[in-house]
């Protein structure tokens, strides 16, 4: 018989009506959610499923739950342990008060033991991709692949404007500012071409923009001309270098100044979310070259599809069983052709992305990979190492 699920996850639960890694699954088994500041510790008996456990608090949780005889899983859904610490901690320091980027680096790199010694500590690891169940095998064995999965009753048909604009665009968060170089040129075509527009959802381009390479620079940059300052020397060097980097996102985000590119603000409101994901005609899912990338899921396939835009997507690991069925780019000039290719044939894009979603809504629901968290759930423990 299956143990009773109750979840622990990072977001307030009014969020949590469409969370594709609790509230869906959550439904099916049936579970509980809950985040961890009302986890009961005194609970005893069931499974608890930690998602992205990075806290001692959370390490904490953890010891309790196996004291009392709880089955303890942790659920990671992106390859956040590959990005660099320091150029994570850049983006929240103040990198004029001196020590704050070395302090702020330190917590990540402590949030980093703390989720590995979450992974060894716990019965089994859940994660959304093969890519993934790769990279935490060497940290716990008992790795389960549970795919992201929708409910229907969750994706109406969607609302399509019906004005004879075929929209282009790209939705997600700024953790994609890498990627959007990759899809310019289709956008900014898409922006200068009557009958068609160009959409970003989710921030804005020309204000966000700047790498994780980027702000390590900057960082490293402030930093060589705080030590050039104290000692006297080098400050020149310094500044030129910080120069370079300002320069250098100037030009970067003055290229996405686009005339006719509209930008929509991101929505944490699902159904806001989703009708924002409804004017698009065809959404593109580009994606650079990095780890981090490689332990991405296939969300943006399921959301574009789901509703009614027909995805262009990357030729990368995350797509890898939607290549022969999607428009396929391996440079922004393939993802330019593929948007030129689907506004010319309006009909034919809308009919290939109604038979994509038809399809996903039977291959992707979740009472058909239920299954999949069932076992994750009911399997046997493996040998561990308790957390401290």
């Known amino acids: 018989m299956m143990a009773a699920a109750t979840w622990w996850v990072d977001a307030g639960e009014e969020k949590l009506d469409l969370d594709w890694r609790a509230g869906i699954p959550a439904r099916a088994l049936p579970g509980i959610v809950r985040p961890l500041t009302a986890w009961p510790f005194a609970q005893a008996g069931g499974c608890a499923i930690f998602r992205t456990p990075n806290t001692r608090v959370a390490l904490y949780a953890i010891t309790q739950s196996k004291r009392r005889g709880l089955r303890v899983l942790v659920e990671s859904d992106d390859a956040w342990l590959t990005l660099d610490a320091r150029a994570l901690a850049a983006r929240r320091a103040d990198l004029s008060r001196p020590g704050e980027l070395a302090a702020l680096t330190h917590r990540e790199e402590a949030r980093r033991t703390s989720h590995r010694l979450a992974v060894e500590a716990a019965d089994a690891v859940v994660v959304s991709t093969p890519w993934l169940a790769d990279l935490y095998r060497p940290m716990n064995q008992n790795v389960h692949v549970c795919e992201n999965a929708v409910d229907p009753a969750d994706w109406p048909d969607p609302a399509k404007p019906g004005d004879g604009t075929v929209r282009v665009g790209f939705a997600g968060s700024t953790s994609h500012v890498g990627d959007l170089d990759l899809i310019r040129p289709a956008l900014a075509w898409a922006a200068a071409t009557p009958g068609v527009e160009a959409v970003v959802i989710g921030f804005d381009p020309a204000a966000d923009f700047a790498s994780d390479e980027e702000v390590a620079a900057a960082a490293d940059a402030v930093a060589a001309l705080t030590r050039a300052r104290r000692h006297r020397r080098g400050a020149e060097a310094a500044i030129t270098a910080i ?45 650079a070259p990095t780890d981090f990338n490689r332990g991405r899921s296939d969300i943006k396939v399921i959301e ?10 990357q030729h990368a690991e995350p797509y890898k069983r939607w290549h022969d069925l999607l428009p396929t780019a391996t440079s ?7 948007v030129q290719a689907a506004a010319a044939d309006p009909e034919g894009t809308a009919a290939h992305a109604a038979e994509l979603r038809d399809r996903i809504l039977k291959e992707r629901n979740i009472a058909a990979v239920i299954g999949q968290w069932q076992q994750a759930i009911t399997d046997e423990p493996h040998p561990h190492r308790d957390a401290r």
């Open 304 to 313: 574009y599809a789901l509703s009614g835009a027909l995805p262009v997507v």
């Open 332 to 338: 922004p000039e393939d993802f330019l052709e593929h």
């Open 243 to 287: 120069n370079t980097v300002e320069a250098k996102l100037a030009a970067r985000r003055a290229s996405w100044q686009l005339p006719g590119l509209r930008i929509v603000p991101w929505a944490d409101n699902w159904p806001a979310h989703r009708a924002n994901l409804a004017t698009l005609n065809v959404g593109l899912a580009p994606l």
